[in-house]
């Protein structure tokens, strides 16, 4: 049987050349991961906090943030690959821990101390990292240049810890509210190497402290029969199941969508002075409409648009986001769940009449190819976008969005009204609180006019009312 995980196995797991060589990590998002991951993983962190702050009635609390602030600062300056000398004591007393057993670092206030100091700093250190970069300022910031390389190029802000042990992305929220790691830093988040990959664009696209968005719900009619089994596909699956697929209107011409979103973005634009982007919900259009959307649109203005193909017997169809931005590469985000229509929503949209109420229906998409698009569109903005379920599964995209705490989450659905009692609302509120992201959902006109309540709702409220009445 093996022996308990000692914390120098731990960070060797993370990274691997600490076996031999034990030398300050000298980029700041490698240090953060390695000390933050210790402490998260021990539950450490917890029990340092139990006695914190540091004695506040004699200002050490405040000359320790000072330092803190000081020393980011002189790590900032000091790259590329090099670091303050004022942290090897620290770093000294993480590797002479090396031996111990990772459940005694809680009782180890030293390396707790050691630890909490390094991931501060390191997360100072990476003040604005991932923003778009400032091209007025003309000069040179080796970490944000880097930075965003790294992004780019590998979905994290990792130097020399592959992605495939851990991540580090940049925050834009910290939680107010409970006791997590996510509470440590400012701008640096830690996620768990996971199926998703993170994809972080920046461009200063915006230019203004306020952002005016036109929601179109589109389709404004969506019909029974645009829902359909896919029979070939559904011999797969036991008794009691099937696959469904969603067609789009073959009579809607892409130049008929094109013309109206474009007099409706002049209309709101005559308004309101300008219009940032354009949100359409998951599967209104296909791919051909969104070309000719983003050809017609201004430049100046972003389009996060659900995309689909319907499903054909033998091969699964698509359901996708896909966001354009200038001057960045236009992304499609598959959606990570699918959806699984039971009776109550067959009853609920009428949609008995092509799919019987007594199978339980999965959507019939491609759910593989996992990302999460991050777009960095000015200094203090970061928007993602999800389709529909990935907005109420905590798995797989839910920690991460958590740990960067993007401030607009577009959810973008194929679902009834969206009032506050809906599913919808519950979950965003969960992000609401929790980072404290903005999350906006949207669901075309069409999906709103076919959803009904029950057809026994109603009764079960009268009958309801009665017994109460005849109890009294």
């Avoid at 402490?39 to 029990?47: I, N, S």
């Avoid at 303050?84 to 004591?89: I, V, W």
Wanted: proline letters at 6%; a negative charge.
């Amino acid at each position: 049987m093996a022996g308990e995980a000692t914390i120098g196995e731990f960070l060797i797991g993370i990274l691997p050349r600490l076996q031999n060589d034990t030398t300050f990590p000298w980029w700041p998002p490698d240090c953060f991961a390695l000390c933050l991951a210790l402490l998260k993983r021990t539950g450490a962190y917890a029990a340092l906090l139990r006695d914190w702050p540091l004695d506040s009635k004699g200002g050490a609390l405040e000359a320790w943030s000072a330092q803190t602030r000081e020393l980011g600062e002189k790590w900032q300056r000091s790259q590329p690959k090099a670091y303050p000398g004022d942290l090897e004591g620290e770093w000294q007393v993480v590797c002479q821990s090396f031996a111990m057993l990772l459940k005694e670092t809680r009782d180890q206030r030293a390396l707790c101390e050691a630890l909490m100091t390094l991931v501060a700093v390191a997360d100072e250190a990476c003040e604005g990292v991932g923003a778009p970069k400032d091209q007025a300022a003309g000069k040179d910031d080796p970490i944000q240049d880097l930075g965003s390389d790294l992004l780019a190029e590998e979905g994290t802000l990792c130097h020399d810890i592959d992605p495939s042990r851990l991540r580090v992305l940049p925050r834009m929220h910290t939680p107010q509210n409970g006791l997590t790691e996510r509470s440590l830093s400012h701008y640096l988040a830690l996620c768990d190497a996971s199926e998703v990959t993170p994809q972080w664009q920046s461009s200063p696209f915006l230019q203004s402290d306020s952002m005016n968005l036109l929601l179109i719900p589109w389709p404004f009619e969506v019909l029974v029969n645009q829902f359909r089994e896919t029979a070939d596909a559904a011999a797969r699956l036991p008794e009691g199941f099937g696959f469904f697929t969603f067609t789009h209107d073959s009579e809607s011409r892409p130049e008929d969508l094109s013309a109206l979103v474009e007099a409706l973005h002049a209309e709101a634009k005559r308004k309101l002075g300008r219009i940032d982007g354009v949100v359409l919900p998951e599967l209104s259009i296909t791919d051909e409409q969104f070309r000719a959307l983003r050809d017609r649109l201004p430049p100046e203005c972003f389009i996060v648009a659900g995309v689909g193909r319907s499903g054909t017997d033998g091969k699964r169809g698509t359901n996708e986001v896909r966001l354009s931005f200038r001057s960045l590469e236009d992304v499609a985000q598959r959606k990570h769940h699918p959806w699984k229509l039971d009776e109550s929503q067959v009853i609920q949209y009428g949609l008995g009449g092509v799919l019987s109420p007594y199978r339980e229906w999965w959507e019939f998409t491609d759910c593989t190819d996992r990302h999460l698009n991050f777009m960095s569109i000015s200094e203090d903005l970061v928007l993602c976008a999800l389709v529909c379920e990935d907005l109420a599964r905590p798995d797989p995209v839910a920690n991460i969005v958590r740990a960067v705490g993007p401030n607009l989450v577009i959810a973008l659905l194929m679902d009834g009204p969206q009032t506050k009692e809906r599913w919808a609302a519950r979950y965003a509120t969960v992000l609401a609180d929790d980072p404290g992201c903005s999350v906006l959902s949207l669901t075309s006109l069409g999906m709103a006019q076919l959803s009904r309540p029950k057809p026994f709702a109603c009764r079960s409220a009268v009958e309801g009312s009665l017994q109460r009445r005849d109890r009294n």
